[in-house]
């Protein structure tokens, strides 16, 4: 049997994601960094020099003067995606979209085409989208509540990866000597008619290396850990402690098992950002400097709305009790970031400052020392089933250039990371089988009757 393998993704947030206002006055950082593709190609490369598994591109579809600098100003993920699969040929390409604003054919031929376009690199990222101020760009009076979101959520992924199945394995003959381009035999049509969503297919492109994009998934509320259970290939999530890792790994896993499903099919990838320095006293220090500098507290506030569907809590008093109403307003937003937020708050009687500051050092990342430290952290996590590996955010571009060439080197020589790519799909990297074309397998089964 093969040794378990750490996995490594790259989340890049160019000029500077949440909690991280100001992180663009790095002058390692090109200012335009989140619409550039020169920036995109470049710490790609080097991700894929790295033996990265993927690189992760976050994505929404609403802003507000508070979003986030990257938030207000980036590259649309597919078309991004697109440009870098043509100048990779290794890493995994993941990108989000959301299923509450996308219809599933649109969606299934432009994943399918990155797909094909990276020969098996490509990924999505299921979201149902928590910025409720979303509905408004796509011509709705309101964002859909949580159950619907979910229940779109799961018929939108039938159908697509019904779509995905379209083509089976010699469907295009493309024989030139007796001029069969086509065995219509194995082209199907979908005929889908559910509650959302009226689709007859099939759809017109191809499947890939891989089969089918990956599925990764990041809903942590109980209907988005149902959902990554249920149909994911791999789970996005944060966790602070190593005990909180494991508690998420082990009821996502589970999860999945109780509905049949293999567990280490299912690749678990927290995302931390990694501070190293010469010794453990200095990465602190950095990662201090780092914090102080990169948000103030107004700052800090101004965004602390986000996920209570952007209310602003700037109208209340900072030093009276956290004001607990405001709930009402992540109702559709990101309520499960929200409701922790607010029964913190109210379980110590903080104010809202505290609340803010104590949101703000859950940001604060468990790998932070030297190399050798990093690593050790690492690996702990690693073999205590807290990960199968971790999401790497990009964060200065200096820390990352210290991860690559300090810490994934130790990674290396302990067995625990690759030297070489297993594979060249994302697929084949991430230790995933490649799923059966739902009308092969349907043949099999009938012929195995
Ligand atoms: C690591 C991670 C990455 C995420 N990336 C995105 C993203 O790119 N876009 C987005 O709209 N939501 C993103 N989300 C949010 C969730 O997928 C989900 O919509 C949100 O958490 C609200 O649903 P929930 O209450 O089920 O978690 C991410 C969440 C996590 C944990």
């Known amino acids: 049997m093969t040794k378990r393998q750490l996995k490594l993704g790259l989340v890049p947030t160019g000029v500077g994601g949440p909690g991280d206002s100001n992180r663009w006055l790095d002058t390692d950082i090109p200012l335009d960094a989140s619409v550039s593709i020169d920036w995109y190609v470049d710490i790609v490369r080097q991700a894929?020099?790295?033996?990265?598994?993927?690189?992760?591109?976050?994505?929404?579809?609403?802003?507000?003067?508070?979003s986030p600098p990257h938030y207000l100003n980036r590259l649309e993920p597919l078309t991004l995606l697109s440009a870098l699969a043509a100048v990779t040929s290794r890493i995994g390409l993941v990108g989000t979209l959301t299923t509450s604003y996308n219809?599933?054919?649109?969606?299934?031929?432009?994943?399918?085409?990155?797909?094909?376009?990276?020969?098996?690199?490509?990924?999505?990222?299921?979201?149902?989208?928590?910025?409720?101020?979303?509905?408004g760009n796509f011509?709705?009076?309101?964002?859909?509540?949580?159950?619907?979101?979910?229940?779109r959520a799961v018929e939108f992924l039938d159908v697509t990866r019904g779509l995905w199945s379209s083509w089976e394995e010699g469907a295009l003959v493309r024989d030139r000597a007796t001029g069969q381009f086509l065995d219509a035999d194995k082209l199907h049509r979908l005929d889908h008619r559910g509650e959302f969503f009226q689709v007859a297919g099939p759809l017109n492109i191809q499947?890939?290396?891989?089969?089918?994009?990956?599925?990764?998934?990041?809903?942590?509320?109980?209907?988005?850990?149902?959902?990554?259970?249920?149909?994911?290939?791999?789970?996005?999530?944060?966790?602070?402690?190593?005990?909180?890792?494991?508690?998420?790994?082990?009821?996502?896993?589970?999860?999945?098992?109780?509905?049949?499903?293999?567990?280490?099919?299912?690749?678990?990838?927290?995302?931390f950002s990694i501070t190293v320095g010469d010794t453990d006293a200095e990465a602190r220090d950095i990662e201090r400097h780092y914090r102080e500098q990169d948000q103030s507290f107004e700052q800090a506030l101004a965004e602390f709305g986000r996920p209570f569907g952007w209310h602003d809590f700037r109208r209340y008093d900072p030093?009276?009790?956290?004001?607990?109403?405001?709930?009402?307003?992540?109702?559709?937003?990101f309520y499960t970031q929200a409701k922790k937020v607010t029964d913190l708050a109210v379980a110590e009687g903080l104010t809202l400052r505290q609340t803010v500051e104590r949101a703000r050092a859950w940001?604060?990342?468990?790998?932070?020392?030297?190399?050798?430290?990093?690593?050790?952290?690492?690996?702990?996590?690693?073999?205590s089933r807290a990960l199968d590996g971790l999401n790497v955010h990009l964060g200065h571009p200096a820390q990352f250039t210290r991860f690559i060439r300090e810490v994934v080197p130790v990674l290396r020589d302990r067995g625990l990371f690759?030297?070489?790519?297993?594979?060249?799909?994302?697929?084949?990297?991430?230790?995933?089988?490649?799923?059966?074309?739902?009308?092969?397998?349907?043949?099999?089964?009938r012929n195995a009757a």
């Open 48 to 66: 894929e020099q790295a033996k990265f598994d993927l690189v992760f591109i976050v994505d929404s579809q609403f802003i507000t003067p508070h």
């Open 418 to 445: 690759r030297r070489e790519y297993e594979a060249d799909t994302l697929r084949g990297n991430l230790g995933l089988s490649i799923p059966g074309n739902r009308h092969e397998q349907r043949d099999r089964r």
């Open 363 to 383: 940001r604060g990342s468990p790998f932070v020392g030297s190399a050798e430290t990093v690593a050790n952290e690492i690996q702990r996590w690693f073999e």
């Open 319 to 333: 030093d009276a009790p956290f004001p607990v109403e405001a709930l009402e307003h992540a109702k559709s937003s």
């Open 103 to 135: 219809d599933p054919f649109n969606l299934a031929r432009r994943f399918a085409s990155l797909d094909l376009i990276s020969k098996g690199r490509a990924g999505w990222n299921v979201v149902t989208s928590g910025n409720a101020g979303t509905a």
């Open 139 to 151: 011509s709705l009076p309101e964002h859909f509540d949580y159950d619907t979101r979910y229940r």
């Open 207 to 271: 499947r890939s290396p891989q089969g089918e994009p990956v599925i990764f998934q990041a809903g942590d509320s109980d209907q988005g850990r149902d959902l990554g259970a249920s149909i994911a290939d791999a789970i996005f999530t944060h966790a602070a402690t190593i005990e909180q890792g494991q508690a998420f790994y082990a009821d996502l896993k589970g999860r999945a098992a109780r509905l049949g499903r293999d567990p280490d099919e299912i690749v678990v990838l927290p995302g």
